[in-house]
């Protein structure tokens, strides 16, 4: 994690969309619950807490996240944003309210533990869209969990408005997906449970 202006989240190319075809079109449904802790910013420096449920159903195959990464790298937001809301691959909740779809879904191994990728495109708040707020540049909502294959428990965090940028790598050498949160620093998920599962 660099903290600029904003704080970004610097995210291999390789880590997220190149992954195994078996992981990739897992059709089994899965649920992960845990607490949220969200940090405060501004004038409200309040910190808050919550539970949250992210549910799977599936998860974005190589071919179509190939295809969102395309646009991505053509600088093409409109394009991306709209080709991303075609997709639905589960749903994410704060508190039990209803939440958006889970539009892309992507898995690795790193270090023996699963790491989960999720994107969607959050829910606007009508003052955002009345006031034309600079919030509005910053779509997508981004969670990355690690889980313990062996305990289905986990950690991860959370950005809840976030925009997503192609980096060329002409200043670190390295081509790579980032990620720049808005305003404060990413939420911490703790205490992460894979639901349903049975212990090997």
Excluded at 82 to 88: A, C, F, G, H, L
Excluded at 98 to 108: A, D, K, Q, S, Y
């Amino acid at each position: 994690m660099t903290i600029k202006s904003s704080i970004s989240l610097l995210l291999i190319l390789a880590g997220l969309f190149f992954v195994s075809d078996a992981n990739a079109q897992q059709a089994q449904r899965e649920t992960y619950t845990g607490t949220v802790l969200s940090y405060g910013s501004g004038f409200n420096t309040r910190t808050t807490t919550g539970t949250f449920t992210l549910i799977i159903d599936r998860q974005t195959s190589n071919e179509r996240a190939q295809s969102l990464l395309s646009l991505l790298q053509q600088d093409n937001d409109n394009d991306l944003l709209r080709e991303v809301r075609r997709e639905d691959v589960g749903s994410f909740s704060i508190n039990g309210r209803i939440g958006p779809r889970v539009n892309v879904v992507r898995e690795t191994m790193v270090n023996g533990q699963r790491r989960i990728f999720a994107v969607f495109e959050r829910w606007q708040q009508f003052a955002e869209l009345r006031g034309g707020y600079r919030s509005l540049d910053y779509p997508f909502g981004v969670l990355e969990i690690y889980i313990d294959p062996r305990t289905g428990k986990g950690s991860g965090t959370y950005v809840a408005a976030a925009r997503v940028r192609w980096d060329n790598g002409k200043k670190s050498g390295q081509s790579q997906i980032e990620i720049e949160n808005f305003a404060t620093y990413p939420a911490r998920l703790m205490g992460v449970q894979e639901r349903g599962r049975r212990l090997s």
